[in-house]
């Protein structure tokens, strides 16, 4: 039974999230191939390499991989983005929650946290930061040809969720108390909560 599904868009980001599985003791598994068997793995990682592709073809490359590993018996569903939010990412993200909230019957929430403090990256207020630059000023965001600011609520509203922030200041009230903040938000019909984070405790209280 797959119980993490992880759907990356390169081999790199598919590599990195299954050596944390396996760390924790997971059976995991890196498929190149999203018709390829997993075995009795618990943790899969599926790199479908979209990164390079048109949104449309990156859209049907992930709805492709969760149509074939994702069951309501998965505790975890993780898309892997560029922390510098390169890629097709919304356009992806749009498609796997459409296949889950299909296999589920219901519109699961859904957590964005790009963060990556180790790096220098940091989201704040919703808008992610490199070294402590906002990404839309960076030679990165230059480099990739990419346009427009690291805002993450303005980047998923244009791919149509409806999206809330959960800022520093709530993420450091602890797990408990985010927890029931995000049953709000999903009460309220938000479809995404977008939490910042600037430490890997702010990351794992957002995990836990």
């Known amino acids: 039974m797959i119980e993490t599904l992880i759907i990356a868009d390169d081999l790199t980001g598919a590599a ?22 997993p075995g009795g793995a618990t943790a899969v990682s599926v790199d479908v390499n979209s990164r390079a592709m048109t949104p449309q073809e990156a859209g ?23 922390s510098t ?33 180790r790096a220098g990256r940091a989201t704040i207020n919703g808008q992610v930061f490199v070294n402590g630059a906002p990404l839309g000023n960076t030679g990165l965001w230059k480099q990739a040809g990419l346009a427009g600011s690291g805002d993450l609520r303005s ?44 430490t890997d405790d702010h990351l794992l209280a957002v995990a836990a």
């Open 16 to 37: 990195d999230c299954a050596v944390s599985c396996a760390t924790a003791g997971a059976d995991t598994v890196v498929l190149l191939d999203a018709k390829a068997d």
């Open 85 to 117: 939010l390169r890629g097709n990412w919304p356009s992806e993200l749009a498609h796997i929650h459409q296949v889950a909230t299909n296999v589920l019957g219901r519109a699961p929430l859904v957590i964005v946290a790009p963060s990556f403090p």
């Open 155 to 198: 980047i998923l509203e244009d791919a149509g969720f409806r999206v809330g922030v959960a800022t520093l200041e709530q993420v450091a009230l602890g797990t408990e108390t985010l927890k029931a903040r995000l049953a709000k938000w999903g009460d309220a019909g938000c479809d995404i909560v977008v939490c910042d984070a600037e």
């Open 60 to 82: 049907a490359a992930v709805t492709g991989a969760v149509q074939q590993f994702y069951s309501k018996s998965t505790r975890i569903l993780y898309h892997k983005i560029d």
